[in-house]
């Protein structure tokens, strides 16, 4: 088992290492030139000239692309275009809000896709099974940026339910920033009302994002399911006068969730996407309006170390998936 | 291919797919016909703004005093067309580097399996946004880079299927009677794979009109006044809430259509499978 989460982990590292030479191949792309973009409208030739020695971008393209790597693998992401800010301190100051929506949102996604995947496996061309066909469908063809603007709509603005933006409630005050995961830190500092505050604030964010995920959960799940209760130990655990749900819980269900998990990996890439549609309409201070924000005042750098950050933690991810594979179902580490 | 379709048309909710899509073609088409004021693409009305749903304006007006029923027709064909190109230009690229890297191993196969790795290890949003504002934000560029980060999907499923059908016993056939590797692949290959690529395919035009709505929802779009769904969400959001139909109908037709290419992709997928298609029943 160790052998294979090693050989996992080195199996990722081509992969990273393509995507830093990606983003040095996208920044070559930026139209003008990079050097005097940085120096400003007003800078004078030999001002530009300073820059471009400065960032070494007078060497050749093959050392510039060697000291990008050496750069980014020692954690300098460059300063950004639009604060003057280093790019790195920027990101870790915004990753944990994103990580945590993220993570609140998958942890939905999984729990009621499962939830619901089982029940309409069970319940095979009844009622159930078509209501979950239809919420699996539906939840896939939904722009995520428009239900988020739709559920403000209706639960913020028309029904004053829910907070319509940020992380927290400006008028609690502030916490000490720990992990900067707000769920952690309003606990950790000993103030339940907030910890409650952040969790009506993550209501209708997490949600949203968690949607589409939860529908290809929910589609994965059941068909696993299916597939797993035409097999023979499935049979003779029925004869055996098993309970259907008994059955499913115990013998079903692990059998069945391998396919879900891979799916679960696939998806934490396409939740990050969905959290810069989903951040930008709740006003969620994390890595997508960063993103956002890179694009509209033209910050290239910071977009693409926003483009480099997620590309290594969805790797990682994806490591922690096939490794958590391994461990419900111990035959893939040996093929 | 005959029994494939007519197995589809027996699956109700694949022939739900089916016709709205056709729909959808329809409308696109026809659409400076179908509109009751097609003039809304670009005209304004600044004395009918914001009008509430009514027989004469069936969705409202938006803050232009524009028709957004028209609009949202209109929007139509610009949606498919960014659709169609993305997902034909991702084909271009992706199935002959699946059909190279699939047929023989070696260098050539393990470069181009490892750029498509690096393509799928950034989602592909953030990698269209990247590239969007890179190359100048607007329609074009966003149509450019969608098809920049869909193409390796294609690779992907192209790679699997040569892989697959190259030991294949009628491959061996047609090498020992002396067919070129180039006529085996495209003429014998390829037609074997077309299904999984129109599956692909179907699906990749719903994904590709909401990221693209997506994108012109982030300002990396089509620029008004073009009658765009994912760019008007974005106007109609400093309307809200008294405004409730400005976001509310453009949002629902995306739902629409990208619901129409999912269910009829679902359907696809079952009849091009007929191991699914038995358990199915």
Redesign the interface.
């Known amino acids: 088992m160790a052998l294979y989460i090693l050989r996992r982990i080195a199996l990722s590292i081509p992969a990273l290492l393509g995507l830093i030479l990606l983003t040095f191949v996208l920044s070559r792309v930026v139209p003008g030139d990079p050097a005097a973009t940085l120096a400003g409208d007003a800078a004078t030739p030999a001002q530009i000239a300073q820059i471009r020695a400065q960032y070494g971008l007078d060497r050749p393209i093959l050392e510039q692309a060697v000291i990008h790597v050496r750069q980014v693998l020692s954690g300098d992401l460059g300063n950004s275009i639009f604060s003057g800010r280093p790019v790195a301190e920027e990101i870790w100051q915004r990753l944990p809000a994103t990580l945590e929506l993220t993570f609140v949102a998958l942890f939905l996604a999984t729990l009621f896709g499962i939830g619901l995947g089982l029940v309409a496996a069970l319940d095979h061309n009844g009622p159930l099974d078509h209501l979950v066909r239809v919420v699996s469908v539906g939840g896939l063809a939904i722009a995520s940026f428009w239900l988020a603007i739709m559920l403000q709509l209706q639960f913020s603005m028309e029904w004053n339910l829910l907070p319509l933006r940020g992380r927290l409630d400006v008028a609690l005050g502030q916490v000490p920033r720990l992990t900067g995961f707000m769920l952690f830190d309003t606990l950790a500092a000993g103030r339940p009302d907030m910890f409650l505050d952040a969790l009506r604030h993550l209501a209708l964010p997490a949600f949203t994002l968690a949607l589409p995920g939860l529908a290809t959960i929910a589609r994965f799940t059941r068909s696993g399911v299916l597939e797993v209760l035409q097999k023979d130990y499935v049979l003779y655990a029925r004869a055996a006068g098993y309970g259907r749900f008994r059955l499913a819980a115990i013998y079903v269900l692990r059998n069945a969730v391998t396919v879900t998990v891979t799916q679960v990996g696939l998806l934490f890439g396409a939740l990050v996407s969905g959290a810069v549609a989903v951040e930008a309409v709740f006003d969620w201070p994390g890595l997508g309006t960063y993103a956002v924000q890179a694009i509209l005042s033209a910050d290239y750098k910071a977009l693409l170390a926003v483009t480099l950050v997620i590309g290594v933690v969805y790797a990682v991810v994806n490591v922690a998936v096939d490794v958590a594979q391994a461990v419900i179902d111990p035959r893939v580490a040996d093929q | 291919m005959l029994t494939a379709l007519r197995h589809l048309l027996r699956d109700p ?1 694949a022939a739900l797919g089916l016709l709205i899509v056709v729909f959808a073609l329809f409308v696109a088409i026809f659409a400076p016909w179908i509109a009751p004021r097609p003039e809304d693409a670009f005209e304004s009305n600044i004395m009918l703004r914001l009008r509430p749903p009514s027989a004469e304006f069936p969705f409202g007006t938006d803050d232009l005093g524009r028709d957004i029923f028209s609009r949202v027709i209109l929007g139509t064909r610009s949606a498919l067309i960014v659709a169609v190109s993305v997902v034909l230009a991702a084909i271009l690229i992706g199935v002959p580097i699946g059909l190279a890297a699939g047929w023989r191993d070696g260098w050539l196969s393990e470069v181009l399996m ?2 498509t ?3 799928l ?7 269209a ?9 607007g329609l074009t560029t966003a149509m450019v880079a969608l098809a920049l980060t869909y193409w390796p999907f294609f690779a992907r499923t192209v790679f699997a299927e040569t892989r697959r059908l190259r030991g294949a016993l009628f491959v061996d056939a047609l090498a020992g009677i002396g067919a070129h590797p180039m006529r085996i692949l495209l003429l014998h290959v390829l037609p074997n794979a077309a299904p999984a690529v129109l599956v692909r395919a179907t699906i990749g035009m ?1 994904f590709t009109i ?1 990221t693209a ?2 994108l012109g ?4 779009g089509a620029a008004p006044p073009t009658p765009d769904w ?1 760019l008007a ?1 974005a106007e ?2 400093q309307h ?2 008294d405004a ?1 139909w400005y ?2 109908f ?2 629902l037709a ?3 259509l ?2 129409g290419f ?2 009829l992709g ?1 359907g696809l997928r079952d009849a091009a499978d007929p191991r699914l298609r038995r ?1 199915r029943k």
């Open positions: 909710v490892r750029v790795d690096v393509f290890a950034v989602p592909q949003l953030i990698l946004l990247a590239l969007g504002q890179l190359l100048a934000p719903g909401l709505a997506l929802f982030l300002g990396v994912g969400v109609a959001r809200l809430p409730w976001a509310t453009p949002g995306i739902m629409l990208v619901l999912n269910l679902d358990s």
